[in-house]
């Protein structure tokens, strides 16, 4: 079954510190792969894509997320974390036979200043 | 500055009423996504329309939720009767889907916010 992974419930980053929300992938065929973000009571909102070409896809608010074929991860990044990116980060990969998308379960991002 | 419009933004109800949740998405986009949204389940896809034509409703409750789009610029979901454990996060979403399969991004609205008592 083509599924998504994001193994942390909640990552915790001091202010100005590298973070990383990982996720991982299972489809057959290539992947196409969603990075999105959701602040508290709002909708979600589009980070960035991997469709083709380059592994290192840069997106808003200076998040990078970098595909990895052989380890079918897109793990999400920035090199400097602010309070502000505290939020609910969801993983999705495009399903290769009904191109739904299929979503991680979210991964909560907690900034400590 | 194009978006997906949702209305209500925020709705409580006595069980057993009917609840309409309207949705109008990005001019253009011919791709429409209903989601619920809940802290038990997640994100779960409930209608997915595809030029107006409902492509996917499987993850919809068929008993007593219905979903449509009379025009281009109109999607409504309907849950009739509304029960408690309706209570969640509905979400549309649009999108241009210029070939099946092909990587175009979906946007969201803000969603409507159900409370059935």
């Known amino acids: 079954a083509q599924s998504v992974a994001q193994p942390e419930d909640q990552v915790n980053v001091a202010e100005g510190n590298p973070l990383t929300v990982k996720c991982t992938y299972s489809v057959s065929g290539n992947p196409y792969l969603f990075w999105y973000v959701q602040y508290p009571n709002r909708g979600l909102q589009f980070l960035l894509k991997?469709?083709?070409?380059d592994n290192l896809v840069k997106g808003s608010y200076g998040f990078e997320a970098e595909f990895n074929k052989s380890q079918t991860s897109f793990h999400l990044k920035k090199p400097s974390a602010l309070v502000s990116d505290s939020a609910l980060y969801f993983c999705?990969?495009?399903?290769?036979?009904?191109?739904?998308?299929?979503w991680g379960a979210g991964t909560k991002l907690i900034i400590k200043p | 500055d194009a978006r997906v419009t949702q209305t209500p933004r925020h709705k409580v109800t006595e069980m057993g009423q009917e609840v309409t949740m309207r949705c109008q998405p990005i001019?253009?986009?011919?791709?429409v996504f209903w989601y619920r949204q809940t802290m038990m389940q997640g994100l779960e896809l409930l209608a997915y329309?595809?030029?107006?034509?409902?492509?996917?409703d499987s993850g919809m409750p068929k008993d007593r939720f219905s979903a449509e789009m009379p025009d281009a610029t109109l999607a409504t979901l309907k849950i009739q009767p509304s029960e408690p454990r309706d209570s969640a996060v509905y979400f549309c979403?649009?999108?241009?889907?210029?070939?099946?399969?092909?990587?175009?991004?979906?946007?969201f609205g803000e969603g409507s916010w159900l409370t059935v008592v």
């Open positions: 999705a990969v495009r399903h290769t036979s009904n191109y739904q998308l299929i």
């Open positions: 001019l253009g986009h011919n791709t």
């Open positions: 979403a649009s999108g241009l889907d210029r070939a099946r399969g092909s990587g175009n991004t979906i946007y």
């Open positions: 329309f595809r030029n107006r034509a409902p492509l996917d």
């Open positions: 991997y469709i083709t070409g």
